[in-house]
C-alpha cells in the first residue's frame, strides 16, 4: 500500500485554519515533491463556527482527498481534540492548544499541550498567527513536513511586510514544538 | 510544463484562458466565487471582459450576448443560481451560441446549506430548461480534470455551437492539489461562414448539421430569435415540417457526435461481480472502497462517468449483461440511479449508496454497502 499521512487542523472561523492548510499543501507538495490534496470545510460564518483543514500527503497519487482516520490532528478548542482525537490512528500525533482544559482524550494517541495562541498573542503580538504557530510545531514534532519547507510556501505565499512576522510564528511554534518533545 | 498547487476553481479557470475564453458575465455565489475573482482579475490583462452582473439572469444573457458578438464566453455558478440561469440556457440552446455554464454544486433545495458539498443538480443539468432539448453535461473528479474538461466544454461549445455544463461540486472547486499544466491546449473555433452575406443561411446545418456562425458586426445580417425558426433564421408561422426539422437537427447535432461527447472511465470491469457506478468527487470516494474492497477479496470494479448527459446507456448496458450488481453511489437522495436501472434493463441487479446531508460520501459507507451487497448474494 501506497504511504499516506492525514492531518486535520481544526478550530474556529476566522483562526486561519484554511490558510494553515494552504501552506501545508504548498510545503510538502512543492518544496517536498510528495502528492498532496487539500480542504477546507466550514459553515457560512465569518467568525466562531466550526472550520478545519484537511491536507492528504502520500508518495503516490492520492485517491480519496479528505481525512478518514487522521495521523496528525491540531486541535484549537476542546470540542475538536475530542472529536478528532477519537478518530485518529492509535500512535498518531495530536497537538492541543493547552489553554483548552481537555481530559479524557485516547491514551493510544502522542498528545502536546502547547500554548499556541498564548505563544501568538503574547510573542508576536497578534493571536491570528497561532495557526502558524501551530505548523511550527507540527514540523518539530512529526516527519509530516520540514521548517524550511513550511518557511519557503509562507515567503512565497504571504506577501512584503508580513512575511517576516508569519516566518517568526513558524519558527516560535518549532521551538515551542521541541520543548513539549523534551517534558 | 508548470507544477501548481491549484483547486479546482483556479483550474478551471485556466482551462478556460487556455482554450480561448474571453468574456465572463457572473454574480459570485458559494462554492463558485474564485471562478469569478480569478477571471476578475486575469481577463483584463488578455484583453477579455469580465462583468459582475446584477443577477445570473442577466449574467446569462450577457454570456450569450458576447457569445453572438464572436467571443468564447463562460459563467459560473452555483444552485440558485443555476436555477436563474435556466431560460437563458434555453436561449443559447435555440440561438446554437456557444458558451460554457459551470455550476460547483452546493447542497439545496433553494439557497440550501451554502458551502456544503451535493451532487443534487445533476437532472437539472439535463432538463433544468424547458422544452426538447439537448445536454451536453461534464464532471470533473480531480484539480487536473477541472482543468482538462473545461478545455474540453469550450472546444465542445464551438464545434457543436451549444451550451456545454460543467457540473462540478463544493468538494472540487475548493479541492487543492498538484497539477501540472501544460503549456498550450487544443483549441477549437466554432464554424463560421465561407460563403458571401447574401448567400448566409444562418440555420443551414450543413453535413454535420452545425451551422457556420458569422459575428455580429461583419457583415452577415442575421435575426436571431428564440421563436422556432427556419434555416433563414426567421419564425417558422405555420411551417411544420421546419419546425420539426430545427428540434430534429438541434438533437442529431449532439448525438451523430456522441464519440467525441461521451467519456468514462472503467477499473477493473473485466473481472468484476460488482461494479460502483459513480461521478465527479464520488468517485473518489469510490476508487478507494473498490481498492479496500478488492484486498478483502470482493471482485468489484469502478465505472466512472466523466460526461453525464448524453447519458452512457450503452455502456451501463454492456456492462450490466456481464455483471452480477450495479452500486450508484452519489451525494444526493438517488438520482442517476434511476437512470442506471433503466439502461441495465435487468440484467444485473442496481443498488445505491446516497448521502445527502451535505457531508462527503465515505468510502467506507461504500465499502458497507459493498458488503452488504456480499452479504446478499450469499
Same mark, same amino acid.
Given at each position: ?7 486535520? *487542523? ?8 484554511? /490558510?494553515?492548510?494552504?501552506?501545508? =499543501? ?8 510528495? /502528492? ?42 476542546? =470540542? ?47 493571536? *491570528? ?5 501551530? *505548523? ?30 508569519? *516566518? ?11 520543548? =513539549?518533545?523534551?517534558? | ?8 476553481? $483556479? ?104 458551502? @456544503? ?49 460543467? &457540473? ?6 475548493? &479541492? ?88 468514462? $472511465? ?42 453525464? @448527459? ?40 442496481? @443498488? ?11 468510502? $467506507? ?14
Amino acid at each position: 500500500m501506497a504511504k499516506r499521512t492525514e492531518v486535520v *487542523l481544526a478550530g474556529l472561523a476566522g483562526q486561519g485554519l484554511v /490558510f494553515a492548510g494552504t501552506i501545508l =499543501a504548498d510545503a510538502v507538495g512543492l518544496y517536498e515533491d510528495k /502528492f498532496i490534496s487539500q480542504l477546507g470545510f466550514f459553515s457560512i460564518s465569518a467568525r466562531t463556527g466550526p472550520s478545519r483543514s484537511e491536507v492528504v500527503i502520500g508518495d503516490e497519487e492520492i485517491d480519496f482527498p479528505a481525512a478518514t482516520q487522521p495521523d496528525i490532528v491540531v486541535a484549537f478548542t476542546r =470540542a475538536d481534540a475530542q472529536l478528532y482525537g477519537a478518530r485518529m490512528r492509535p500512535g498518531g500525533v495530536l497537538i492541543v492548544d493547552s489553554d483548552q482544559e481537555c481530559s479524557c482524550l485516547p491514551e493510544s494517541l502522542l498528545i502536546y499541550r502547547i500554548p499556541l495562541v498564548s505563544i501568538a498573542r503574547r510573542e508576536l503580538g497578534e493571536p *491570528l498567527l497561532a495557526n502558524l504557530v501551530a *505548523l511550527g510545531a507540527m514540523a518539530a514534532l512529526s516527519e509530516v513536513v520540514a521548517l524550511e519547507s513550511l518557511e519557503q510556501a509562507v515567503a512565497s505565499r504571504v506577501p512584503g511586510a508580513r512575511t517576516e512576522t508569519s *516566518l517568526e510564528a513558524l519558527r516560535k511554534g518549532y521551538s515551542a514544538g521541541l520543548l =513539549a518533545k523534551k517534558t | 510544463m508548470t507544477t501548481m498547487v491549484l483547486s479546482g476553481n $483556479e483550474a478551471c479557470v485556466e482551462g478556460a484562458l487556455r482554450s480561448g475564453v474571453r468574456f465572463f458575465a457572473g454574480y459570485p455565489i458559494t462554492p463558485s466565487s474564485e471562478i469569478a475573482e480569478e477571471m476578475a482579475r486575469r481577463l483584463p490583462a488578455l484583453g477579455g471582459k469580465f462583468i459582475q452582473m446584477e443577477d445570473e439572469l442577466a449574467s446569462m444573457a450577457a454570456v450569450v450576448g458576447a457569445s453572438l458578438a464572436g467571443l468564447k464566453a463562460m459563467t459560473a455558478t452555483s444552485g440558485p443560481g443555476f436555477s436563474l440561469m435556466q431560460e437563458n440556457i434555453g436561449m443559447a440552446v435555440m440561438l446554437e451560441a456557444p458558451c460554457v455554464v459551470v455550476n460547483v454544486q452546493r447542497a439545496g433545495p433553494s439557497t440550501g446549506w451554502a458551502t @456544503w458539498p451535493a451532487q443534487g443538480d445533476v437532472m437539472a443539468a439535463r432538463w433544468g430548461t424547458h422544452g426538447d432539448h439537448p445536454a451536453i453535461v461534464l464532471t470533473p473528479w480531480s484539480v487536473k480534470e477541472s482543468f482538462e474538461l473545461t478545455v474540453r466544454a469550450v472546444n465542445l461549445a464551438e464545434r457543436l455551437r451549444t451550451p456545454v455544463i460543467l &457540473l462540478s461540486d463544493a468538494i472540487i472547486g475548493r &479541492l487543492r492539489e498538484k497539477v501540472d499544466l501544460p503549456p498550450s491546449v487544443p483549441v477549437v473555433d466554432r464554424p463560421r461562414p465561407a460563403m458571401a452575406p447574401d448567400h448566409y443561411r444562418p440555420y443551414a446545418g450543413g453535413p454535420d448539421g452545425v451551422p457556420p456562425m458569422a459575428d455580429f458586426g461583419t457583415g452577415y445580417r442575421w435575426y436571431a430569435t428564440t421563436t422556432t425558426h427556419n434555416e433563414r433564421g426567421y419564425p417558422v408561422g405555420v411551417d411544420a415540417a421546419a419546425a420539426e426539422g430545427l428540434l430534429k437537427r438541434l438533437h442529431s447535432k449532439i448525438h451523430d457526435h456522441q464519440d467525441e461527447v461521451v467519456l468514462t $472511465e472503467g477499473r477493473w470491469l473485466e473481472d468484476s461481480e460488482v461494479v460502483v457506478v459513480a461521478y465527479g468527487s464520488v468517485a473518489r470516494s469510490a476508487l478507494a472502497a473498490v481498492k479496500q474492497a478488492r484486498s478483502r477479496g470482493l471482485k468489484a470494479g469502478l465505472l466512472r462517468l466523466v460526461t453525464l @448527459w448524453p447519458f452512457p446507456s450503452q455502456l451501463i448496458s454492456q456492462v450490466a449483461q456481464r455483471i452480477r450488481g450495479l452500486l450508484v453511489a452519489e451525494m444526493n437522495m438517488g438520482q442517476m440511479v434511476e437512470k442506471v436501472r433503466e439502461a441495465s434493463c435487468g440484467a444485473s441487479e442496481v @443498488w445505491s449508496v446516497a448521502r445527502f446531508n451535505g457531508q462527503y460520501l465515505m468510502p $467506507e459507507q461504500i465499502l458497507d454497502k459493498l458488503e452488504e451487497v456480499r452479504r446478499a448474494w450469499r
